[in-house]
C-alpha cells in the first residue's frame, strides 16, 4: 500500500526510464467515475494477499466508482502485462468510504493501547484498507482505567 499522487492535471507521464514503487499515475474523472492510469512500475510491489504483481512492462488501468451518495465505490483494475500474464485480467473490489467520523468496528482499522497516563488510556489506531484522503483515524482518549 502507502500514498501515490494521481495527477489530474494532464501533466505529462514521467520518462520510462524512472520506475516507481507504485508507478505514476495520471488520471480523469468521467461523471462519477475516477479512471487512473498507472505505468513506470519498478516491478517490485505486491498487489494482492496471493502475490499479484506487475512487471517494469506492465500497466494497470484502476476505475473507482462512485455511487450518486458517494458513500460508496467499487474499485475496478485492469491489469496488462505480456511479459508476466498471457492476457489482462481484471479484479472488482466493492467498498465503503470511511471517514474520521465512522466509529471502530474491527474491520477498516484495528486499535491498540500505545499509552496509560493520569487515569486516560491512549489509543492508536491501525488501518486495514486505507481511509479516504489517506487520513488516518488519529489517536483517541478513553477515561477510566484500562481493561
Not at 494521481?6 to 520510462?16: A, G, R, V
Not at 495520471?26 to 506487475?54: C, P, Q, T
Not at 484502476?62 to 505480456?82: K, L, W
Amino acid at each position: 500500500s502507502g500514498t501515490r499522487i494521481i495527477h489530474l492535471d494532464n501533466k505529462p507521464p514521467l520518462p520510462k526510464n524512472i520506475k516507481l514503487w507504485n508507478g505514476d499515475s495520471r488520471g480523469h474523472w468521467e461523471g462519477n467515475m475516477l479512471v487512473v492510469d498507472v505505468y513506470n512500475h519498478n516491478g517490485k510491489a505486491l498487489f494482492g494477499r496471493s502475490g499479484e504483481f506487475i512487471s517494469e512492462n506492465g500497466n494497470i488501468q484502476e476505475r473507482y466508482i462512485f455511487n450518486a451518495e458517494g458513500t460508496r465505490y467499487n474499485y475496478v483494475a485492469t491489469f496488462t502485462d505480456p511479459t508476466v500474464y498471457t492476457r489482462p485480467f481484471t479484479v472488482t473490489i466493492p467498498a465503503k468510504k470511511y471517514t474520521e467520523k465512522d466509529p471502530a468496528n474491527g474491520w477498516h482499522f484495528e486499535v491498540e493501547q500505545a499509552t496509560r497516563s493520569h487515569g486516560k488510556v491512549t489509543l492508536d489506531n491501525y488501518e486495514g484498507v486505507c481511509t479516504e484522503n489517506n487520513g488516518g483515524f488519529g489517536r483517541a482518549a478513553a477515561s477510566g482505567p484500562a481493561k
